[in-house]
């Protein structure tokens, strides 16, 4: 079965860090592109960034310099670095994996930036 679980969120004040971690088993991870994204109350699914099989890596204009992402293929860990956090940035936010015609996506983990 495949199964993406992330944590890492939680209540951060704006301007603060956070990272974000999506641990992935029931599929050869290693040669899979792993993308992040998130939800906002009220709004669509926004993409973040994604971090292809050879390491490539994309990002929103929304989160380019200010977030980072990375993987693990020993551990089958995907991870989102975010600096310098803004209010804007609350959202629920999802690890993804796209898998022939299907898109796996997570529960989720609920980032709060406020003070």
């Known amino acids: 079965e495949v199964q993406l679980v992330e944590s890492g969120g939680g209540l951060v004040q704006p301007g603060g860090s956070l990272r974000l971690s999506c641990a992935a088993s029931?599929?050869?991870?290693?040669?899979?592109?792993m993308i992040w994204a998130r939800q906002a109350p009220g709004k669509e699914l926004e993409w973040l960034s994604n971090?292809?099989?050879?390491?490539?890596?994309y990002y929103a204009d929304s989160v380019k310099g200010r977030f980072t992402i990375s993987r693990d293929n020993a551990k089958n860990m995907v991870y989102l670095q975010m600096n310098s956090l803004k209010p804007e940035d609350t959202a629920i936010y999802y690890c993804?994996?796209?898998?022939?015609?299907?898109?796996?996506r997570g529960q989720g983990t609920q980032v709060t930036v406020s003070s």
């Open positions: 993804k994996v796209r898998l022939g015609d299907d898109t796996i």
């Open positions: 029931g599929f050869t991870f290693r040669t899979s592109n």
């Open positions: 971090i292809n099989r050879d390491d490539t890596t």
